[in-house]
């Protein structure tokens, strides 16, 4: 096969309103992948703080002067931000479970599909007006998207950041990994949520209140189904964010790569860019890390504005 190097980024979590650091962070995560001429850049959710136009306007201008609005070029999956948003003020504690019931989950998958929509063109799915599942085929590579944001639920998904892939979606899926048109590729999986335990990622927090609450909240519901096709349809690696952390794992033979720590990691300020480099040999995955020091050198210099047009003309995934 024609060896591919693919750059694997998540949780920009980009804001008109938030923590506008966050823009000059993602900023300078491009950057650096820029220099290293990669085939592709993946990036698995939570690209916008709560899904907002003027997010995505930010999100498509920074995507634009890196000159990546292009299907062959960027690979974007959706994460809970994207549909529910999120808390960033002390009021909104109170009120943000109220604001995930009243949320048209729908039509945010939508709306995502209509602010990236040049990323979605020439993939394999269902219907032109559904996103979710889809594939994306470049040279000997097979990419497969998936929506991991479950709908919002009072016990099951209170604030909306919790996983689940409903049973539609989840048919669809098998179809997609089980296309002859797929059959000789290299399977690759693009999805917002994680495999791993909290308590594996983060020992010793989970002991804590918070640590009690966050494990209830951060949860894939239906991993197992999940697990078991991905080993069954030869499925390489599967690409996630989500818990802004930025390591390896596997579970049950299959292996994950986890981006949610490219520019918000938890533990630490420093950038960290996976690199994968699928080959005859394999698929190698590394993890860059360009330190903080190199972000505030960066210019504030203001981003070319990318209209985004946020209509209803995907069916939601
Ligand atoms: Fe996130
Ligand atoms: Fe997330």
Request: glycine letters at 6%; one cysteine or more.
């Amino acid at each position: 096969m024609t060896p591919m190097t693919i750059a694997h980024l998540s949780d920009f979590h980009l804001s008109a309103e938030h923590r506008r650091s966050h823009i000059r962070r993602a900023r300078r995560a491009l950057d650096y992948v820029k220099t290293l001429n990669v085939d592709h850049i993946v990036v698995t959710g939570d690209i916008t703080a709560n899904g907002y136009p003027a997010d995505y306007r930010i999100a498509r201008s920074l995507f634009a002067s890196a000159g990546l609005l292009d299907s062959d070029k960027l690979t974007v999956t959706i994460g809970n931000h994207d549909v529910f948003g999120g808390v960033h003020t002390a009021e909104e504690v109170l009120t943000f479970p109220n604001h995930c019931k009243a949320t048209d989950d729908k039509a945010k998958v939508r709306e995502f599909g209509c602010g990236f929509r040049e990323t979605f063109e020439h993939t394999l799915r269902h219907s032109e007006k559904r996103c979710f599942p889809f594939a994306k085929v470049i040279g000997d590579v097979a990419l497969i998207g998936v929506n991991t944001v479950a709908a919002h639920s009072r016990f099951k998904n209170p604030i909306g950041s919790n996983g689940g892939v409903d049973d539609r979606s989840f048919a669809l899926l098998v179809e997609l990994l089980e296309s002859p048109l797929l059959h000789a590729k290299r399977k690759i999986i693009a999805l917002h949520h994680h495999f791993c335990r909290m308590r594996d990622v983060r020992p010793g927090t989970m002991h804590s209140v918070w640590g009690a609450i966050e494990s209830q909240t951060m949860k894939l519901h239906g991993k197992s189904r999940l697990l078991k096709l991905f080993a069954g349809t030869n499925v390489e690696m599967v690409l996630h964010g989500h818990v802004h952390e930025s390591n390896e794992y596997s579970r049950n033979g299959v292996r994950f790569l986890n981006a949610g720590g490219s520019v918000l990691h938890d533990r630490n300020p420093d950038l960290h860019i996976n690199i994968i480099r699928v080959s005859d040999a394999g698929v190698q995955a590394e993890i860059h890390r360009i330190p903080v020091e190199s972000v505030s050198l960066l210019r504030n210099e203001s981003l070319p504005d990318v209209p985004v047009a946020i209509e209803a003309h995907h069916e939601a995934a």
